[in-house]
């Protein structure tokens, strides 16, 4: 049973656009969400995060979105530039209860030029 | 500076024969994690540790064993009963507050 869900396994966006990643979650324990960024052949690298406390956070060019009434995250890329191409993660974890974070499968993003 | 390495990126295995992976970290983390990557299944957890000389299962851990002898290492072993070894191994740690995972460079096994 996942608890992370990212139902979009790719998406292709045109440089210079936005590009969203959706997440959704099933689990009313978790209380911190992650994204991470993969290139292949390399370990995921940290992206952005937010707290349950809050529906937003931004990092740059990179927003996270939460909405916890519909147990769903997304992350904004804007503008998207040919090294955003790569799987993005998205994670979540119960901070107090556990230490374990929950990936879900990733979604490839590929920006065209 | 710190971080956790991998080692060795790139490894070959002979079907029936047991491999460890090796796993390293200097950033002073009490938890550290195995996973595995295959293609359209994400990352799958095989085993943790969360203190010294204490580790447990993962989702996948059948065909894997463990040890955790000192804080800064978590080799994985693949033993001869893993039925498709073949895969992208990342090994991660953390300080245990939930704040996330630092992630190694990964090791591609292939069985041949």
């Known amino acids: 049973d996942q608890q992370v869900k990212q139902n979009s396994p790719s998406l292709s966006v045109q440089e210079g656009r936005i590009s969203i990643l959706n997440c959704d979650y099933t689990n009313s324990m978790f209380d911190y969400f992650l994204w991470y960024k993969k290139y292949p052949a390399e370990g995921p690298t940290f992206l952005i995060s937010?707290?349950?406390?809050?529906d937003k956070n931004e990092d740059g060019r990179f927003t996270v979105f939460l909405n916890k009434s519909a147990k769903h995250l997304s992350l904004h890329i804007v503008p998207s530039q040919p090294g955003d191409s790569a799987v993005y993660f998205c994670?979540?974890?119960?901070?107090?209860?556990?230490?374990?974070?929950?990936f879900g499968k990733g979604t490839r993003l590929h920006i065209l030029p | 500076d710190g971080g956790i390495t991998q080692s060795p990126k790139y490894l070959f295995r002979k079907e029936g024969q047991n491999v460890t992976l090796s796993c390293e970290q200097n950033?002073?983390?009490?938890?550290m994690y195995w996973y595995r990557q295959d293609p359209g299944q994400g990352l799958r957890l095989i085993y943790y540790?969360?203190?010294?000389?204490?580790?447990q299962k993962g989702d996948i851990a059948e065909g894997y064993s463990v040890s955790r002898e000192k804080k800064e290492s978590f080799p994985l072993t693949v033993t001869s009963a893993q039925k498709n070894p073949t895969a992208f191994y990342l090994c991660a740690s953390s300080s245990g507050q939930g704040y996330g995972y630092t992630f190694g460079s990964g090791t591609r096994l292939t069985v041949v």
């Open positions: 994670a979540a974890s119960a901070m107090y209860r556990d230490d374990k974070i929950i």
């Open positions: 937010i707290s349950s406390i809050k």
């Open positions: 950033l002073n983390h009490d938890a």
């Open positions: 540790s969360q203190i010294v000389n204490d580790f």
